[in-house]
């Protein structure tokens, strides 16, 4: 397995209005961000409603994505549910169906670990696998912070290889960075700061506008190697427009909506997930059509 890296879309799962899998719309929108330059996908994560997902469905995404997927890019599936144990039993379903390069663990929602208790709950997970695991660290939605101590600590576990980090903390990214061990892959979580954490070392970015704009996303990655920072300066500038609709509706109909509007049918949220206002969506082509020109 390769380190992950690059753009790595965290893919929403089509859903229709009573929560049920569109596996047709699943295919189209693994095409989509495949097609646009994506260098991974990334499924089951918070973007992906796996909070709203039963087993059988969770099963299905993996299903449906590592056959659709065949090997074009590298694929990546979350396994953040609230306990360890509820965490090691989707672990396990992803190992069960194969063709799963890695996990992604999001820090317990719902409550507050300790850092101890953060440590034992990702070895646990890390130990009931042979998937490798990467961290999840996104304090404004969890609000439970994985300290860069904790994250330290964790990066010498066996199977424990990366982290993704929406904190937004340049700084906090940076140390980890600076004092990580060699093949520990950080990839920036806040899609507004792809282009800063490239420059001080991350490996990628795990984008959740990824799935509207992939180009553009991709790009900032590709420019950036390329050795162009003007042009990924300007794919990073332009794609700001789109991270600021983001939360200006329930998370993350802005992300389906903006697919729609790209021309992909991402169906619905789940409940009670279901209003955008027609203001936001009139302001949300504006935007979707300037980056699909860029």
């Known amino acids: 397995m390769s380190s992950p890296h690059g753009s790595i879309p965290a893919l929403v799962t089509p859903l229709d209005e009573e929560g049920d899998l569109l596996e047709d719309s699943l295919r189209h929108v693994l095409d989509h961000v495949i097609d646009g330059g994506s260098h991974g996908v990334f499924i089951l994560g918070s973007s992906g409603e796996i909070y709203a997902l039963d087993d059988r469905q969770k099963r299905r995404v993996v299903e449906i994505t590592v056959e659709h997927v065949a090997g074009r890019v590298p694929i990546y599936a979350g396994a953040s549910e609230i306990t360890t144990r509820d965490c090691i039993r989707t672990a396990r379903m992803v190992e069960s169906v194969g063709g799963v390069e890695a996990l992604s663990v999001l820090t317990p929602y719902f409550m507050t670990p300790t850092q ?25 939605r969890t609000h439970v912070q994985l300290e860069v ?47 800063p ?43 700001g427009a789109l991270r600021v609709l ?36 009139e302001e949300l082509r504006e935007v979707v059509d300037t980056l699909s020109a860029l």
């Open 246 to 281: 983001v939360d200006r509706a329930t998370f993350p109909l802005v992300l389906k909506e903006g697919l729609r509007l790209a021309g992909v049918d991402a169906g619905s949220c789940a409940a009670p997930a279901r209003e955008v206002d027609p203001a936001l969506r």
């Open 149 to 195: 101590e904790t994250v330290l600590r964790l990066s010498e576990v066996d199977g424990i290889i990366g982290l993704k980090d929406s904190a937004g903390d340049l700084g906090r990214v940076r140390r980890i960075l600076a004092e990580r061990p060699e093949g520990f892959c950080v990839l920036m979580g806040m899609d507004a700061r792809i282009l």
């Open 116 to 140: 101890g208790e953060l440590v034992e709950h990702f070895s646990t997970i890390a130990g009931s696998t042979d998937l490798p695991v990467v961290l999840y660290n996104n304090p404004g």
């Open 197 to 239: 954490a490239l420059e001080a070392g991350a490996d990628g970015a795990i984008a959740s506008t990824g799935n509207v704009v992939p180009r553009v996303v991709a790009g900032i990655y590709d420019a950036f190697r390329a050795g162009d920072g003007a042009r990924a300066a300007e794919l990073q500038e332009a794609l």
